[in-house]
């Protein structure tokens, strides 16, 4: 527990600060960030006191917040568990070490050995993805291959133990697995693989498609962090000169992150028909009305302004890239290929404590029309598989064949079409595919 000091001098005098004869020494929002860490108590009591605090006032459901004594829980991990209104907040609301949280939102990193995956079956594991530069990716792994055994022991027993969950070790630089896998050569191979920072990607293949006497721009997007809206302008920069007036985003991976990217791209998108228009309206509590604002669409220069869009979905598609969808189809014909996407019409707001940052769902979001609340998951106009035969970016991949066709002929396959219906009268089984070092669908207002 940090010494308790009292009194504005006394705290100024214990943080070193000092206020010049004539003017202030320093900001008054380092003095007030540095205030707050001086008067935190770090202690396990401490820290579920804070996130308890915190809650009662900003969480976007703090009416149906339960009281329990913080004191009895082992760490604030536990009480935010034990708490949080699980009837819509799906894990929405976490805590993560500022370390991580520095790393993932401003530097697009993780640490971790590259790849994710998803459960096809109750036995077996397939990669879905694979990054770039990764220890994953030096050892022979990519998309497709089957994830056989981890340190000795098969898929199935960790699948039915739930070992799954922890057999890949802890989120540290050096941590090591020996994992057996088989790629789509049906080849297995055995690798020692060692944990360290992976840089994600953003905006990656980036290509054109011609169809039906019009040029469809084509790129795979995979978070809304800091660094993506130059990567972004560079993406559309190249389709505008490529002449793309349709558009397909593969956004079958992306959890989300920061509206002000999801802003930017979807002034790309729309460009001059949909300028100073509202994307989003963000709503918070009855105590924090004063909080609502509202997100107007830009024109930046490199902006494609199509007439038609395409969004590739999965159940991994959510949050700010939900956004895109709900907040753009006012104003464009917006269509989903794929599955159901996720379903989290909520943000959340970061409070820094000690050495975590709290994530707590702080508002939901809502469109032009005021249409959001899709806990369900937006539906697929047009159902296609997350295609793990083929890479993505292939056109002969399920779900970019099947974009490609509805912008070729202005309408889904009638088998998509009727799976599609199928699947908004039952919302598909598939699993979210899982980040070896940890994810969370993620939306943040800066």
């Known amino acids: 527990m940090r010494r308790r000091v009292t009194g504005w001098g006394g705290v100024m ?43 009662h006032d900003i969480y976007f459901w703090y009416q149906q917040l339960p009281d329990p004594d913080p004191a009895t829980f082992a760490s604030p991990e536990a ?36 790849f994710a995956y998803t459960l096809v079956t109750a036995t077996d594991a397939r990669l879905t993805e694979v990054y770039a ?20 022991r098969p898929m199935a027993s960790l699948i039915s133990t739930g070992d799954i969950n922890t057999i890949f070790g802890a989120s540290q630089v050096g941590v090591t697995a020996t994992i057996r896998f088989r790629n789509n050569s049906g080849d297995d191979h055995t690798a020692q693989v060692t944990k360290r920072l992976v840089t994600l990607p953003n905006v990656y293949l980036t290509q054109t498609f011609a169809s039906g006497g019009r040029v469809v721009g084509y790129f795979a997007f995979h978070d809304f962090f ?20 349709d558009l397909v985003i593969d956004l079958r991976y992306n959890g989300g992150g920061l509206i002000s990217v999801a802003q930017h791209l979807a002034g790309l998108i729309g460009g001059a028909r949909t300028a100073n228009q509202t994307l989003v309206k963000l709503v918070f509590n009855d105590k924090h009305q004063e909080k609502n604002e509202s997100y107007t669409l830009p024109n930046p220069p490199q902006s494609l302004g199509v007439e038609r869009l395409v969004v590739i979905g999965t159940s991994g598609t959510a949050s700010a890239s939900e956004l895109i969808i709900n907040g753009l189809r006012p104003f464009i014909p917006v269509t989903v290929v794929g599955s159901t996407t996720h379903g989290k019409p909520v943000g959340q707001i970061g409070y820094n404590f000690c050495d975590r940052v709290l994530y707590p769902v702080a508002f939901k979001s ?11 998951g937006i539906p697929a106009d047009c159902a296609a598989p997350d295609d793990l035969d083929h890479q993505l970016g292939d056109g002969a991949e399920g779900s970019l064949s ?19 219906r199928a699947q908004s009268a039952r919302r598909p089984a598939g699993t979210v595919p899982v980040r070896d070092g940890g994810s969370w669908p993620i939306m943040i207002p800066r």
């Open 13 to 55: 005098a214990a943080l070193g600060l000092a206020a010049a004869a004539g003017g202030a020494a320093c900001n008054s929002a380092d003095v007030a960030q540095a205030v707050s860490s001086a008067l935190q108590d770090c202690s396990v009591g401490g820290e579920n006191r804070f996130v308890r605090d915190t809650l």
């Open 79 to 114: 009480y935010l568990e034990a708490v949080r209104y699980k009837t819509l907040d799906k894990t929405y609301s976490f805590i993560i070490p500022r370390t991580t949280n520095d790393q993932l939102f401003n530097e697009g990193q993780y640490v971790g050995f590259g």
């Open 133 to 152: 530069g990764s220890p994953a990716s030096e050892a022979g792994m990519s998309r497709g291959g089957y994830i056989l055994e981890v340190n000795g």
């Open 226 to 245: 800091a660094l993506s809206n130059a990567q972004l302008d560079a993406a559309f920069a190249s389709l505008q000169a490529s002449g793309a007036n």
């Open 366 to 376: 809502v469109n032009a029309r005021g249409e959001g609340d899709y806990y369900g």
């Open 402 to 420: 099947a974009a490609l066709q509805y912008l070729r002929n202005g309408a889904c396959s009638a088998q998509a079409a009727a799976d599609a």
